[in-house]
């Protein structure tokens, strides 16, 4: 479906047509008709599906249709990085327009706050912010949200993993009832459930197929003991010398320093950086935009970068940890072989993380290639293959075709008390 066919506004089409969008991806599809007709959406979508653009659209059709006055539209995101490149894309989007916007987060530098707060106070239409950067605004009473009609929650589940949940509950105590509210999560857990049913009205639900590496990605891992790692990566490096865009994650922050001394140490000549929260913004955007240029080959980051952010053309992702959560992997891997490019992935698997990975398997419904180790590095952990324990059966009675059963009641302390059989 192209974009004229979903009605958009002639200032924006043009404004799309140079940013080489031709057709509507999925979800903005399925998304942006209903966001469009002013229905509150609870979107399940990661990265890479379009998503910015589902909720940018609207809003700017929104205001340049009905007119933008003082500050209109919340978005808030869990990272900063986001932040800047949710403002990046929705500069492309209202460049006919006169829509005005401001990414608002953490930084280092008196001179941001003085800006973001001169955003809030002459009525920056759009705020890209970081939930803890937003409060402290907020705090000081300067802001005025009585204008707000629309709220947007991006990348949900990372806000409530990252703890989040309790600034977002304050924000939303200072927002208008009466608004559009746009809430996107990878997944849709528990908590992200409870908090559409408290920040939503009667949403529109659109979901894009559960969260899944592109076709595009080559997946495979290696099992390593962590003493195997870094020579490991050295040995990938020299197997691929055309890669010239490549992210290594790791979860420890720790860690980061590490690598990237070992890797230098190994392989002459090699630009690398490293990136992980702990790093000043200034330094982690001056990373990022080397990253970008092409002048670093290869970046080890935390998970800070595994989602939301949109970096072209990288060929190899090396996962040097499994991650915590099965979902940060298809965040990890969905970084290359975006757009329908090719990329690939390798993880390295050690004998702690096996329990781990069969989440990962299980998650993306495919067991991924275990490539055996060079020689030269050693012997590798084994990988064990995935046995379901057997079911024991409490309480079936085998005399009754198995179909009895018991049913307890709680005591209490906690322990079980048989209280008698049901059938
Ligand atoms: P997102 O999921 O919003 O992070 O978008 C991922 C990437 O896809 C970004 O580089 C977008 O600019 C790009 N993109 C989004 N929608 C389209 C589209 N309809 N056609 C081409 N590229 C798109």
Redesign the pocket.
């Known amino acids: 479906m192209t974009f004229e066919e979903l009605q958009i506004d002639e200032k924006l089409l043009e404004a799309i047509s140079y940013m080489r ?5 999925p979800i ?1 599809e399925q998304a942006i008709p209903l966001a469009l007709e002013g229905h509150d959406l609870l979107a399940c979508a990661q ?7 589902t909720f940018l659209i609207p809003i700017l059709q929104d205001l340049v249709k009905n007119g933008s006055q003082g500050f209109t539209s919340l978005i808030i995101v869990p990272t900063r990085e986001l932040a800047i490149q949710i403002d990046q ?1 929705l500069q492309g989007f209202s460049y006919f327009t006169d829509t005005t916007s401001k990414a608002v987060y953490g930084g280092d530098k008196g001179t941001d706050w003085d800006s973001q707060k001169l955003a809030f106070t002459e009525g920056t239409n759009v705020i890209i912010a970081t939930p803890g950067r937003l409060m402290a605004h907020l705090r000081l009473g300067y802001v005025s949200m009585k204008n707000l009609r629309h709220l947007v929650l991006d990348e949900a589940d990372r806000m409530l993993d990252m703890g989040f949940i309790d600034d977002i509950r304050q924000i939303l105590s200072y927002v208008p009832p009466k608004r559009q509210t746009m809430l996107f999560s990878a997944t849709m857990a528990p908590e992200i459930q409870k908090l559409a049913t408290t920040i939503l009205h009667e949403p529109k639900i659109v979901s894009i197929a559960i969260a899944k590496p592109a076709e595009g990605v080559k997946q495979s891992a290696y099992m390593a003991y962590p003493h195997q790692k870094v020579d490991l990566i050295t040995h990938i490096l020299e197997q691929n010398p055309d890669y010239d865009s490549i992210i290594i994650f790791t979860s420890t922050k720790k860690n980061i320093h590490s690598i990237v001394s070992a890797i230098k140490k190994k392989i002459r000549n090699v630009t690398i950086d490293g990136i992980s929260s702990d790093f000043e913004q200034a330094e982690r955007e001056e990373v990022l935009l080397r990253f970008r240029a092409k002048q670093t080959r290869v970046l080890v980051a935390t998970d800070v970068l595994s989602r ?1 952010i ?1 970096i072209k053309g990288i060929n190899l992702v090396i996962n040097f940890d499994v991650p915590r959560d099965a979902a940060d992997y298809v965040h990890r891997v969905g970084r290359t072989a ?2 329908d490019a090719k990329g690939e992935a390798i993880t390295f698997i050690s004998d702690l993380d096996i329990p781990k990975f069969h989440k990962i398997e299980h998650l993306i419904e495919r067991s991924v290639d275990k490539v055996p180790l060079p020689q030269e590095l050693g012997e590798a952990p084994e990988w064990k293959e995935y046995q379901p324990k057997p079911k024991i059966h409490h309480g079936s009675n085998q005399k009754n075709g198995g179909k009895r059963k018991f049913f307890y009641r709680k005591k209490k302390n906690g322990s079980k008390e048989n209280k008698g059989k049901v059938e």
């Open positions: 969008f031709e057709k509507a991806s903005q990265t890479g599906t379009g998503k910015t653009a894309e939301g949109d975006r757009a």
